[in-house]
């Protein structure tokens, strides 16, 4: 016995096997306090159990024996402190304290009639009576477990009772124990020779066993979550309540890590119906599923997704956007960094959805995604600006409009002048933008009624723009818009520049009249058609002819009262 406790304690655990442990002890103790909740045979006690016996022999079958050291305030696990503190009564440190087991540790070949049978005779003790009827070491000593060694030392009692001792029959029984190891040893020893090709698997059974072993797996996972979700229904107090979540959130990544996206998504709904039900009788519950949701929202947590976002397949995306949107908006920073990867439409879909749900229900999240999204977030961003009731909005469409991607200044744009119309003077300077789109957006606003101050911009950007280079169609167009929103405010610039615009030559002056001409017959008042009577009768047959190919293109146009 204590070569083999010599073998473990030479051993140093690593940062893993030190975690694995941690999860296992926590395990050991949500089953613990399972089978003082409810009746021996329930459910819930068996999938605990289970549980436990599967990441128990998991462990085993990788790193072999498994020990817990048992000390007034901690337990340890060879170097490695599991957990620390003095232990409250009722719980399983203070159990197997009180009852005087110096450590536990349990073997290769571990099966899961011993755990059990272990863990409902320590629940049959857990609660010390008045007048105990035997003890945890006499009730282990009287079931003896062929893969589960302990061993018993001399005890006081820190509860402030009467020191107890038991040193008579502490050596009595060790020296039971360790008789019944040492045979047990030389039994194994003297096992015959295994022969592996007798015990061999064809392929099918292979494929066979590999399914059963999954199905069982996936079943455990599911009723030990089943278990971990009913016990916070269970608990009373806010530590106990933590560390189940703590459970739960080191499943939760290891869930996303393994691409199980159900378990996932079946540990944030169970959360929320938790939530709801406990918010009115345990206040402190909604601040802890909070904190909980901040937690594995965050970039550590949501980290794996890093790794396999190009393996997960697309028809897992609806899953993927239902645990998305029950995560905290800081998942939006993981959400931002994967959407620049290459991926499928279907899965950039799901991430921009994600994203555009947080931006619209948190300020934080919407400066960051403004700050860090590509182009086609930008634009989707909009339409959550445009229906924010909130200053902000504007101020970050109006920065929106001088994007370097011309589909985001337009979408910017085209939100800015939906809100506010008036402030058509703020964004006339697109009226030289180099994408089409936009500068057709700012002249269809601008034609779309006839007003002073849209007129005013106009007149002032022709005067500008038609001593210098142009391009034609965009001057027309200028022209074309003044006639729909101007008035007769307009007529005497329109007349010279029709017909005393003789200095200049070539195709630019031809231009400049055929856009007066145009804004003339658009105009469709008075003042406009005598002009244009008095260039059909210029005695300059450039004019003439200018005015009579404008006003047959003007016929040819739908009036604007009847598009």
């Not at 030559?505 to 008042?525: C, D, E, H, M, Y």
């Not at 005015?547 to 009262?561: C, F, W």
């Amino acid at each position: 016995m204590e070569n083999q406790k010599a073998l473990i304690d030479n051993k140093t655990l690593s940062e893993v096997e030190l975690n694995l442990v941690r999860r296992l002890f926590t395990t050991l103790l949500l089953t613990v306090k399972n089978l003082t909740l409810y009746p021996e045979g329930h459910g819930i006690c068996k999938n605990s159990i289970t549980q436990f016996y599967t990441q128990l022999t998991a462990y085993i079958n990788k790193f072999g024996r498994l020990r817990f050291e048992i000390e007034r305030e901690q337990i340890i696990c060879r170097d490695g402190i599991i957990a620390e503190g003095l232990p409250e009564e009722g719980t399983l440190h203070h159990t197997l304290f009180r009852d005087g087991i110096r450590w536990l540790e349990f073997t290769p070949g571990v099966e899961q009639k011993e755990v059990n049978d272990l863990l409902l005779i320590i629940n049959r003790y857990i609660k010390l009576s008045a007048e105990p009827e035997g003890d945890i070491v006499t009730a282990l000593w009287e079931n003896p477990f062929p893969h589960i060694l302990y061993e018993v030392t001399e005890f006081f009692s820190g509860s402030g009772n009467e020191e107890e001792d038991f040193n008579d029959i502490v050596s009595g029984k060790t020296a039971s124990i360790n008789e019944g190891t040492e045979m047990r040893e030389k039994a194994h020893q003297a096992d015959p020779p295994i022969d592996l090709l007798n015990i061999s698997l064809t392929p099918d059974e292979e494929m066979n066993l590999k399914e059963m072993i999954l199905s069982e797996e996936e079943a455990d996972i599911t009723s030990y979550l089943d278990a971990l979700l009913d016990s916070l229904l269970q608990q009373k107090e806010e530590d106990d309540f933590s560390k189940i979540l703590d459970v739960l959130s080191e499943e939760f990544t290891l869930s996303l890590g393994r691409r199980d996206f159900d378990i996932g998504l079946k540990i944030l709904m169970g959360l929320q119906y938790i939530r709801d039900i406990c918010r009115e009788d345990l206040p402190w519950s909604d601040t802890l599923i909070s904190g909980f949701l901040a937690s594995v929202s965050g970039k550590e947590a949501l980290a794996p997704l890093h790794e396999i976002w190009e393996q997960i397949e697309t028809d897992d995306a609806a899953i993927l956007y239902d645990i998305f949107i029950l995560l905290d908006s800081s998942a939006i920073h993981t959400l931002l960094t994967l959407s620049s990867k290459p991926q499928s439409d279907a899965k950039k879909k799901v991430l921009l959805d994600a994203i555009v749900h947080f931006a619209s229900r948190d300020a934080n999240a919407l400066e960051l995604a403004i700050n860090n999204a590509g182009d086609n977030l930008l634009e989707r961003l909009v339409s959550i600006l445009l229906k924010m009731d909130n200053p902000q909005s504007m101020k970050y469409l109006q920065r929106l409009s001088h994007h370097s991607s011309g589909s985001v200044r337009y979408a910017a744009l085209k939100g800015i002048l939906k809100i506010d119309p008036g402030r058509m003077k703020d964004m006339f300077s697109l009226i030289d933008d180099k994408e089409d789109s936009i500068r057709v957006l700012v002249l269809e606003h601008m034609a779309s009624s006839r007003d002073p101050n849209a007129e005013e911009l106009l007149v002032s950007y022709i005067k500008k723009i038609r001593s210098g280079d142009f391009y034609a169609n965009h001057l027309i167009q200028c022209f074309r818009t003044l006639g729909r929103c101007g008035s007769a405010r307009s007529v005497p610039f329109l007349r010279e520049t029709l017909l005393k615009w003789g200095f200049f030559t070539g195709s630019k002056r031809a231009i400049i009249r055929k856009g007066a001409a145009i804004a003339l017959g658009t105009l469709g008042i008075p003042e406009a058609d005598k002009v244009l009577d008095a260039a059909k009768r210029s005695m300059f047959p450039g004019i003439r002819k200018i005015v009579g190919s404008a006003i047959q293109e003007l016929s040819k146009e739908v009036p604007a009262n009847d598009r």
